[in-house]
C-alpha cells in the first residue's frame, strides 16, 4: 500500500480519486503512531469520578508523564480538589513496610475500598518478599513437590486514614478469591443464593455459601436442586455461548451463574429461559486457539425458518419454593427484555450489587421487540398473578431502534418516561403508568441520546443529545436539561466539542470530559445550572507532540444528493507535501450497523 491519505466518513460512499503518482510508501512512520505506540507517550486523556456515597464527593486517578499517576479527592460542594495522598509520603510508606523500593511516579494502580465512613482507603499491595504457603493452599500444591514448602509473595492488606501519617497494616492475607461471581446471584438481604447446575436451578443458604467464597471445592457445602425440568437447550441459566463442546462436557458438573431480577425485599426472583430445542444445529470450528481445532455446536434460527426461539417468564418465591409463570403469548415471534432498577453510580464499586426488578410494589415492567424488530411493546405483569398489561405500543414500517430503551419509572410509581422516534426523531414522552400519553418531553429537529437523571421535585430532566446547535458537528454530545412540560431548555456544557457526561447521583453535578480529534482532551466539573465549579485535567499530549504527531482534520462535504452534510475526518501522512498527489483509502465495514467516525481525541484513534 502506498502513502496516502485515510479518510472516515459518518456515511458510504464510493470513493473514485486515484493518484497518478504516488510518493514512496513509509510503513515505518506508520507504525510509529499506531494505537499501540502512542498509549506508550499519551496516558489520560478523561476523568472518570468514583461517587462516594455521602455528599456530592468523588475520587478519581489521572496520569501524565510528567507526574506519573495521581489520585485525588473532590468536593463538589466545598469546590475544592486534594491529593488523596501524597506520593512521595506513599512511595516512602510502602518501601519502608514492604522492603521493596518504591518511587513516587511509579506507583501501582491501586483499586481502592473506603471505609464505611469514608475517612480511609483500603488496598492490596503484593510484596517480592516469598514466605511459606499457608496450610489451605499447601494442600493444592502438587504431590510430586512434597517436602518442599510452596512458596508464595507476602501480601499487604493496607488502611490510609486521609489526611494521616501513615499506613496501618490490616493483616497480610491476600484479597479473597472472587470465583464465586462467576456463578452465584445473591439475594439483596444476602439471606439466600441462586444458580445454575446441571440446566436447574440450585440453592444454598448463607452459611454454606461463605464456605464457597472461602473454597469452592468444600465438601461440606450443602446445595439444595429447586428445578427438575431445565434440559439442555431448555435450560434454567448457565448458558455455554462461545464454549466447544469439549469445553462444554469438562464444565457439565460447575456451578453456573443464572441471571435474573430480584423483588427489593429479596422474596421473590424473576428469570427467563428459552427453548431452543426444535431449533436447528449450527457450528463453529474454533481454529485460532492453540492446538487442534474444535468444534462449537449451538442452536441457531435462521430468518424465514418456521420455527422460532420461544422465551418464557417464570417467578420463583423464595419462602415456598414455588415457581409461577407469567402469561405470555408463546405463539408469537419476539424477543423479551425485563427492566430493572437504576443502579446508583456511587454503589458502582460494591461487592454486592444485585440486579433488581423496576418497580418496589409487585410489578414486572418488561418489553417484547418482534423479529423483524418493527414492533416493540411495553408491559407490566403482577407479580403474584401472573397477568400481563400492554402499557406502550410502537409499532413502524421500518426497523425500531431499540439502544436506550429502558424506561424511568418516578413519581412514586406513578409515571413513566419513554424514548421513542414517533416523529422521525428520539425524543422522550411522558405517560401515566396506564399507558396514557400525556405529553411529549423533548421536541424538535435533534436526536436525545440518553437519559442522565431526573429531579423529581422540581420535575426536571436530564438528558444528552446530538445536533442541538445548528453551526456545528451534529454529532457532538452535549448535555440538556428540560422541564416535564416540555418548556425551558437549556444547554449545560456548550461548546464546539464532543463530551461525555457523568453526573452525581444527586444531579447536582457532573463531570464534563471534553475534546475534538484535533484538540487537546479536557475535563471540568459543572453544576446543575452549567455553571464552571472547577476545572479539573487536561490531557498532557507533549510527548506524542515532540514525536511529530499531527492532529487529523475535521471537514464536510454534501452527500451524493447534493444536500446531506457528512461529517468525515482526514488522517494525511505526517510528511505530507500538498504538491503531491496520495490515494484516497476508505475505511468500510459492511453492516448491518451504523458508518461512524471518532470524534474525540482518544488513544484508540487508528
Partial sequence: MKNSVVIYLCALFTTIIFAQETPKPNYRQAARFSPENIAKM?????????????????????????EGSKYYLVDADKKTKTPLFDNVKMAKWLSEITKDPYEA?????????????????????TSDEEVDAKEDDAKKDDKKKKGTPKKEKKIYHFEYTL????????????????????WANIAPDSSIVLFSKHNNIYWMDKANFLKAVKNEKDTTIVENQWTKDGEENFSYGGGSFGKTDKEKIKEKDDRKYLSGF?????????????????????????????????????????????DFYKEEMLVFDMASKSKMEIKLDSTIQQSISIYR???????????HNPTLLLSKKGKIYFNTVSRDRKRLDVHVADIATGEVKTIIKEHSNVYIENRGKSIVLFNNEQEILFWAEKDGWGHFYLYDTNGN??????????????????????????????????????????????????SGLTALNPGDFNSSIEMADSNQYFVSNFSRVNTVPKSELRDSNGKLVMKLEEADLSQLFAAGYQFPEPFKVKAHDGITDIYGVMYKPYDFDSIKKYPIIEYVYPGPQTEAVNKSFSVSMD
Avoid: C
Avoid at 341 to 351: N, V
Avoid at 471 to 485: A, F, M, Q, R, S
Fill in 163 to 182: 489526611g494521616g501519617n501513615g499506613l496501618k497494616v490490616l493483616d497480610n492475607e491476600k484479597a479473597p478469591e472472587e470465583k464465586w461471581k462467576q
Fill in 262 to 306: 430480584w423483588t427489593h425485599d429479596s422474596k421473590k426472583f424473576v428469570t427467563t429461559r428459552t427453548d431452543s430445542r426444535h431449533i436447528e444445529d449450527l457450528w463453529v470450528i474454533h481454529a485460532t486457539k492453540s492446538g487442534r481445532p474444535e468444534l462449537e455446536t449451538y442452536k441457531y434460527h435462521m430468518a424465514g425458518e418456521q
Fill in 437 to 486: 400519553l400525556k405529553n411529549q418531553v423533548t421536541n424538535g429537529p435533534f436526536h436525545v441520546d440518553s437519559f442522565e437523571g431526573i429531579d423529581e421535585k422540581s420535575r426536571t430532566l436530564y438528558f444528552s443529545a446530538n445536533g442541538i446547535p445548528k453551526d456545528e458537528d451534529p454529532y457532538y454530545l452535549h448535555l440538556y436539561k428540560i422541564n416535564l412540560n416540555g
Fill in 341 to 351: 432498577f437504576p443502579r446508583k453510580k456511587s454503589s458502582r464499586r460494591d461487592e
Fill in 105 to 125: 511516579k511509579h506507583l501501582p494502580r491501586f483499586n481502592f475500598t473506603f471505609t464505611k465512613d469514608e475517612k480511609a482507603i483500603r488496598f492490596y499491595v
Fill in 42 to 66: 499519551v496516558h489520560s486523556t478523561t476523568v472518570n469520578p468514583n461517587w462516594l456515597q455521602n455528599g456530592n464527593r468523588f475520587w478519581y486517578q489521572y496520569k501524565t508523564a510528567s
